[in-house]
């Protein structure tokens, strides 16, 4: 008798929005989203809804035929659950319906056209999922409508859906930029969600505000690639939000390269609304999530449990578990280091223990590479990799302290002076310790289970002094006093070893 087949874990969203149809597949649904597979096609949908209210055959078209590659890639990743949303222009067009029926058809699965408020409170879910406690007025520009909604913490209140995409205003402006601003300043002046978000942050969600962070991070020269969690103060963004209209003016943004040429168009009027949003909104600064309604799906659909958990210590531990030579080793790491902490006194936010943490789990992931190229590389890994839930100040303290651990702390091995400025001067002591202890603990233990345990600190006066249980007394040799010595000294204290 043949065995059921185990059904697959991986996880897809098909988002049918107003410019881009676009398949994310994940690798399984978590607290921690891991994407495997993403795919767009710039299809326009709404892009004549204002003034015709009908989706554009050629849009529907191309939009159907992405489906049916859609449709073919999620069987050939044997993808196990396949959840299908529209916004904007399919619950506004005429004739939605019809394109949704032959999309379900295509699809094989049943297709959730959002309301405004639905897909206003998806997209702030996504923020929830992708931002570590954020507090703020979420934006979520697409193709053919605003959402905004006020967010802080896990607590999202009621949202509100404006016609204002980018779509959506090229066509009822009919290509005038004046009559856009004119659109744009008399729909956003009375929005009471957004006057609440005065001093606050404003988390900017949809890809045509993505691209705007693009050119931002280029032009500006800033050291990470990374768009999501990328922070602007809103004096800046305003006056990069006017810098671009101005360009626009110039007919010069077909000069942007790091930008498709079918949203270049669409960026003056992303800029406009970004533009307004800080001026009648006064936000104190504007940070960027590529969490949004997909995300923000699948999040809700998480056991209030698993919802519950940390974000980026999902993360590290999922890439714990793949990459270290002991999961269970790093779970050790994390209780010494705690020990550590508490007997020398220092001081901690709860912010500065979960990255520690996090550190903690993600100090043996580079162990594969070649010793002269560790540092470097899981620098590179833990700066760029592709998690939510962390700044990238937080993003740079955690791969300097893996850093440190790796090339140690001489001023020969120096790390890259773009990282070192995402910090404070004393966030990067703080990393420099963090790593030292790493080397001290990697020595002793060789990442094997039940070593740290073994080991306590204690303190007498000025010192400060790593005992060795009985059991672990032949561990103790001069490489690992000389590296706790250094570790004392970064911690104002003379070390030492004492044998139990």
Known sequence: MKRPRKRASSVAVIDIGSNSVR????????????????????????????????????????????????RALCRIQQVGRV??????????????????????????????????????????????????????????????SLELIDVQNTRVHSGVTLPLGSLALQDLSDKSLKRAERIVRDALS?????????????????????????????QSGYPLRVMHGYSIPASDALDFARRLRRLAAANMLA?????????????????LVLEYIIRIGRPKEIVFSTFGVREGLLYEMLLPKERAKDGFICAAQTLNGL???SARHAEELVAWTDRLVRVVRLRETEEDRRL?????????IGWRVHPDHRGEETLSLITNGNFGS?????????????????AGLSEENEPPEHIRELLTPAMD???????????????????????????????????????????????????????FKQLARLVGRAGSIVRS
Not at 462 to 483: I, P, Q, T
């Open 323 to 325: 990459l270290s030579r």
């Open 390 to 406: 962390i700044s990238h100040q937080g993003r740079a303290f955690v791969a300097l302290s893996v850093f440190y651990r790796y």
């Open 255 to 271: 000069d942007i390269e790091v930008v498709a040429d079918a949203r270049r168009p669409l960026l003056t009027y992303a800029a």
């Open 356 to 364: 520690r943490h996090a550190a903690c789990l993600l100090s043996d």
């Open 83 to 144: 959840f299908a949303i529209a916004t904007a222009a399919c619950r506004d067009a005429k004739n939605g319906p019809d394109f949704i029926a032959k999309a379900e058809r295509i699809c094989g699965a049943r297709i959730q056209i959002l309301s405004g408020p639905r897909e206003a409170k998806l997209s702030a879910l996504g923020v929830v999922s992708g931002i570590h406690n954020p507090n703020g007025i979420v934006g979520d520009l697409g193709g053919g």
């Open 23 to 70: 398949l994310v597949v994940y690798e399984t649904m978590a607290r921690s989203l891991v994407t495997i597979f993403n795919e767009k096609a710039l299809c326009g949908l709404g892009r004549e809804v204002q003034s015709t209210g009908l989706l554009a055959e050629d849009a529907v078209t191309k939009a159907l035929t992405a489906l049916r590659r859609f």
């Open 190 to 218: 009375g929005v009471a969600q957004l006057k609440a978000g005065s001093g606050r942050t404003f988390y900017a969600v949809g890809g045509t505000w993505r691209a705007l962070a693009r050119i931002h991070i280029v």
């Open 429 to 483: 002591e703080r990393a420099r310790l963090l790593g030292a202890a790493f080397r001290v603990a990697h020595l002793i233990s060789a990442a094997r289970t039940g070593v740290l345990p073994a080991t306590h600190f204690r303190t007498r006066g000025r010192k400060l002094m790593l005992v060795f249980e009985h059991r672990m007394v032949d561990l103790v040799a001069d490489r690992v006093g000389s590296r």
